[in-house]
T-cell receptor, first 114, second 118 residues
Framework: AQSVAQPEDQVNVAEGNPLTVKCTYS??????LFWYVQYPNRGLQFLLK??????LVKGSYGFEAEFNKSQTSFHLKKPSALVSDSALYFC????????????FGTGTRLTVIP | DADVTQTPRNRITKTGKRIMLECSQT?????MYWYRQDPGLGLRLIYY???????NKGEISDGYSVSRQAQAKFSLSLESAIPNQTALYFC?????????????????FGPGTRLTVL
């Protein structure tokens, strides 16, 4: 079975500090991994994805994520947080073979404090 | 994403009523999806369609039905709404990848429909 865990419901960080939003996954075989962001009253927006190749993936708005196969993790990071980064972040996974469903985590609310 | 539109944006209805949520897209994508979002549960897949003639159940299809009227339109129906179907509903689309592979293509989401069943 495929699943995603986002262990933190809420992450608070001061503006200018680095941020990390954690994600671990469970799939059979190799994964495709995604991060999405949701701003208030908006749909989800794609940030970045890991398909294959380099473990460090760079995405929109200065975000990056590192795929760690041994730890089955795909943590989202940004070197310097902005107040405008405050939003709800979702990690998602699907296996490279088998069912086509994309499985989402429960979301982490990031608050960047001015 | 303005390329994926959902109507209505908000709806309040009563238990037992039939409700239809509509989704249209101008991205030219073949693949469309319906999700519901509940606080603390993330997004869960209700139905998905890979083309006009292809409809598949997702994780939580009971109590829902869908219709793919055209490549650009995918509607979700609640035949007899119940209060635990109160949620935020999202439509999404994705393209067919290289050599027919689709798994690695990101999905594009509509703005959502907030449905309340009293």
């Amino acid at each position: 079975a495929q699943s995603v865990a986002q262990p933190e419901d809420q992450v608070n960080v001061a503006e200018g500090n680095p941020l990390t939003v954690k994600c671990t996954y469970s799939v059979s075989g190799n994964p495709y991994l995604f991060w999405y962001v949701q701003y208030p009253n908006r749909g989800l927006q794609f940030l970045l994805k890991y398909i294959t190749g380099d473990n460090l993936v760079k995405g929109s708005y200065g975000f990056e994520a590192e795929f760690n196969k041994s730890q089955t993790s795909f943590h989202l990071k940004k070197p310097s947080a902005l107040v405008s980064d405050s939003a709800l972040y979702f990690c998602a996974v699907r296996a490279q073979t088998g069912a086509n469903n994309l499985f989402f985590g429960t979301g982490t609310r990031l608050t960047v404090i001015p | 994403d303005a390329d994926v539109t959902q109507t209505p944006r908000n709806r309040i209805t009563k238990t037992g009523k039939r409700i239809m949520l509509e989704c249209s897209q101008t991205k030219g994508h073949d693949r469309m999806y319906w999700y519901r979002q509940d606080p603390g549960l993330g997004l869960r897949l209700i139905y998905y369609s890979f083309d006009v003639k292809d409809i598949n159940k997702g994780e939580i299809s009971d109590g829902y039905s869908v219709s793919r009227q055209a490549q650009a339109k995918f509607s979700l129906s609640l035949e007899s709404a119940i209060p635990n179907q109160t949620a935020l509903y999202f439509c999404a689309t994705s393209s067919v990848g290289l050599a027919g592979g689709t798994a690695y293509n990101e999905q594009f989401f509509g703005p959502g429909t907030r449905l309340t069943v009293l």
